[in-house]
């Protein structure tokens, strides 16, 4: 078990429209990220955080915005949905002793 | 500039025999390298890792072979099942400066194990 929950599981929104992922883990890691996966592409970090309050840009961040107030809850916005936003999300938190992160079952987003 | 690269995006393997999975990487500064497993519609999970300071790490069928000179690592799978048919993503991981936490992933490689 990751200890990390994805909400929903599966979204469809309207190009244009602002849709909130939400991701919570039972533990309390540091480091919690956000990743897309597309096909072709592989995974891509979107954003970081390396504590409440503390987050960072990864690799595509554009058109995504994030916030962490608590440990626990790190939601990831998407503030006005593109077609190039579906995408497939996931969540991951650090742990475990090294580098490794766990992942959320992840979120399938739709923007039509 | 993709810093971690698999370049077969699919490998087909025989129930029983030996599946290898390549994994190139271009920045010298990754010293933390991991495989993660993926199944449809679940998160990926974490397989095996080797620290740069090893050149092999064993974890039941899995090996993962790291050739630091080449900048090549791989995973090893024997004897493999149907069971393992999924997609292998690589990562890296650089310790310096804030993102020592940071994995960069590759593309991935969907393996079938063909019973």
């Known amino acids: 078990d990751a200890g990390i929950t994805q909400s929903p599981r599966y979204k469809i929104t309207e190009t244009g429209r602002q849709v909130t992922l939400m991701c919570h883990q039972t533990?309390?890691?540091?480091?919690m990220f956000w990743y897309r996966q597309d096909l072709g592409h592989g995974l891509r970090l979107i954003y970081y955080?390396?504590?409440?309050?503390?987050?960072d840009k990864g690799e595509v961040p554009d058109g995504y915005v994030v916030s962490r107030s608590k440990t626990e809850n790190f939601p990831l916005t998407l503030e006005s949905a593109t077609r190039s936003q579906t995408s497939v999300y996931f969540c991951?938190?650090?742990?475990?002793?090294?580098?490794?992160?766990?992942f959320g079952p992840g979120t399938r987003l739709t923007v039509t | 500039d993709q810093q971690v690269k698999q370049n077969s995006p699919s490998l087909s393997v025989q129930e029983g025999r030996i599946s290898i999975l390549n994994c190139d990487y271009t920045?010298?500064?990754?010293?933390?390298f991991l495989w993660y497993k993926k199944y449809p519609a679940e998160g990926p999970t974490f397989l095996i890792s080797i620290s740069s300071i090893k050149d092999k790490n064993e974890d039941g069928r899995f090996t993962v072979f790291l050739n630091k000179s080449a900048k090549h690592l791989s995973l090893h799978i024997v004897p493999s099942q149907p069971g393992d048919s999924a997609v292998y993503f690589c990562a890296a991981s650089d310790a310096s400066g804030a993102g020592s936490y940071q994995l960069t992933f590759g593309k991935g490689t969907k393996l079938s194990v063909i019973p």
């Open positions: 991951a938190r650090s742990g475990g002793g090294g580098r490794k992160q766990y």
């Open positions: 533990w309390s890691h540091s480091y």
């Open positions: 920045n010298s500064m990754f010293d933390y």
């Open positions: 955080s390396a504590a409440a309050d503390i987050t």
